[in-house]
């Protein structure tokens, strides 16, 4: 079974960010490029926070173990 991915984007960026990559990774990964809480399409459902961004990504992840990418 592939890896588990999330990859997070930076600032004021999307998941859309990740695109090349997504592409570059094939199917060797199972891999999600979410859009942050205040980014993206969830720009206008939640604020921006850590708090959110922490809270998202952990609803994310579950119970499974998982590797988290990024930039800023």
Known sequence: MPAELILVHGFT?????WQPVLHAL????????????GHGDFA???PASFA?????LGA?????????????
């Open 26 to 37: 094939g199917g060797r990964y199972r891999a999600l490029a979410p859009d942050l809480p």
């Open 44 to 46: 206008a459902r939640r």
């Open 13 to 17: 960026q999307t998941g859309r960010s």
């Open 60 to 72: 994310l992840a579950g119970d499974r173990r998982i590797t988290l990418a990024g930039y800023s």
């Open 52 to 56: 959110a961004c922490d809270a998202y």
